[in-house]
């Protein structure tokens, strides 16, 4: 008869991917996971497979998580005040990470993404969906007058996520609103005409 396993999977889970957002994919050992995750090299490999899957099932919990904020951009009402604020509470998001661990996704994409296709396609999978909301929310503000015409939403919309990857970069070396607000902010005048 097979024994129970005595600890929470998703706990563990969230465990190993704080392991992996501190340390990156390379510096993380598979000691390092059984100490921070609470659990012995078997059940490890019994619950997640090998360290690879493991990475990549911590990777989607994180980018699950961070659309289910993003859900923001597809609420009712002027949809330059919700991007302005999304935006805002991006760059703050990113001002309050004592530990400058930036995003995970980000920090996946540098590191891991020319030599690992399967994060390659659910990192570029997690800027798609984004985009995709954003350049709706876009072409809804032009179309109620929130937002002038004279751009192209998915224009706009793909411009946005390299700001946001850009700030995101920036925090981890100057965390300072002095330095991330003129990002947002001279992205936000792109909306004007």
């Given at each position: 008869?097979?024994?129970?396993?005595?600890?929470?999977?998703?706990?563990?889970?969230?465990?190993?991917?704080?392991?992996?957002?501190?340390?990156?994919?390379?510096?993380?050992?598979?000691?390092?996971?059984?100490?921070?995750?609470?659990?012995?090299?078997?059940?490890?490999?019994?619950?997640?497979?090998?360290?690879?899957?493991?990475?990549?099932?911590?990777?989607?919990?994180?980018?699950?998580?961070?659309?289910?904020?993003?859900?923001?951009?597809?609420?009712?009402?002027?949809?330059?005040?919700?991007?302005?604020?999304?935006?805002?509470?991006?760059m703050?998001?990113?001002?309050?990470?004592?530990?400058?661990?930036?995003?995970?996704?980000?920090?996946?994409?540098?590191?891991?993404?020319?030599?690992?296709e399967?994060?390659?396609?659910?990192?570029?999978?997690?800027?798609?969906?984004?985009?995709?909301?954003?350049?709706?929310?876009?072409?809804?503000?032009?179309?109620?007058?929130?937002?002038?015409?004279?751009?192209?939403?998915?224009?706009?919309?793909?411009?946005?996520?390299?700001?946001?990857?850009?700030?995101?970069?920036?925090?981890?070396?100057?965390?300072?609103?002095?330095?991330?607000?003129?990002?947002?902010?001279?992205?936000?005048a792109?909306?004007?005409?």
């Amino acid at each position: 008869m097979p024994r129970a396993k005595c600890f929470n999977k998703e706990e563990a889970l969230q465990k190993a991917m704080t392991a992996f957002w501190a340390r990156g994919y390379e510096a993380t050992s598979i000691q390092d996971l059984v100490d921070c995750m609470g659990i012995n090299r078997g059940s490890l490999y019994d619950t997640f497979g090998d360290k690879h899957t493991l990475f990549l099932a911590a990777l989607d919990q994180y980018t699950d998580n961070s659309l289910a904020r993003g859900s923001v951009l597809t609420q009712d009402g002027n949809a330059r005040d919700i991007l302005t604020e999304f935006l805002h509470a991006f760059m703050f998001r990113n001002l309050e990470d004592p530990d400058r661990r930036g995003c995970f996704v980000t920090n996946t994409a540098v590191e891991r993404s020319a030599r690992d296709e399967d994060c390659a396609t659910r990192i570029r999978k997690y800027f798609a969906e984004i985009e995709k909301d954003m350049k709706a929310l876009i072409d809804r503000g032009q179309r109620e007058g929130d937002i002038p015409t004279d751009r192209d939403p998915a224009t706009l919309a793909a411009f946005f996520i390299g700001v946001m990857q850009g700030i995101r970069v920036v925090a981890k070396v100057n965390p300072e609103e002095a330095c991330l607000r003129p990002l947002v902010d001279v992205a936000l005048a792109s909306l004007d005409s």
